[in-house]
């Protein structure tokens, strides 16, 4: 498939690689039974990266980090280190569910509220029959322990794909942490894909979407939790981006954190 290029945006990897492509790496890594992991990363991820080193590193050490947000593909041209467009995660859970038909693969799903992983495997098989997607039940709060009981279960199962909602960054460090227990070769981190899956959440309209509006779409629907998130977490985002981009215009080079 060629090398993939890695940009830094403010100290956060992503990989310019389109959605086809994504896809072509799940689909290779379950026939080569190698290890993939894939961060579907949004601004969060850079506001994060930026305060939290390990999870910087955890990212910087992950095969693919996807950029799941028309924002984040903007800030890349912005910045001069264009990537290749956006990558929505949400469709990569539904693509899941067509390499499972296509090699006969099965996918297992952890995490999100009780029912919801369950709905929106039925969802998927739906979609594309002849797949082979189970959820599989997750306790809460998920230790050490309980962990390795759902990587046991995953790997009686002999799933090949492991699709994580647990919210960032405990979907990723969890991926990280459990995959080869797991016995499986492909991992992503997929936040409230399965709620949008199962029509538990409304999907932002397309337009919405492309207009890079989809943050402010969600927040309306859910303003107690995101509202936080996207206006005071994130805000740090925009001043960063200013800075870096200025500091390009200046002809000053722009490292890693
Ligand atoms: N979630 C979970 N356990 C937790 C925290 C979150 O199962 O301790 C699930 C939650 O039910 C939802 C998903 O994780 O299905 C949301 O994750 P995140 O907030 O990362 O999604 P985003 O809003 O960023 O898409």
Known sequence: MGNIHRVDILGCPFDAISFADTVEHIREAVKARSHLQIVPGSIDFVVRAKRDKLFAELLWSTELVIADGVPIVWSASLLGTP???????????????????????????????????????????????????????TPFPLGRNESLEVAARIRTLGAAIVLVALGAPKQERWVKEYLDSCGSNVGIGVGSAFDIISGDKPRAPGWVQTMGMEWFY????????????????????????????????????WGRA
């Open 83 to 137: 990537i290749r467009g956006r990558v929505s995660g949400t469709e990569l859970v539904w693509k899941c569910a067509e390499v499972s038909v296509e090699t006969g693969c099965k996918v297992a799903l952890i995490g999100a509220a009780p029912g919801v992983a369950g709905r929106a495997a039925l969802k998927m098989m739906r979609r594309y029959p002849g797949a082979v997607v189970e959820a599989i039940p």
């Open 218 to 253: 969600r927040t309306l629907l859910e303003p107690a939790r995101l509202g936080r998130r996207y206006f005071i977490e994130d805000s740090p985002f925009l001043l960063h981006l200013v800075g870096a981009v200025m500091r390009n215009r200046l002809g000053i080079r």
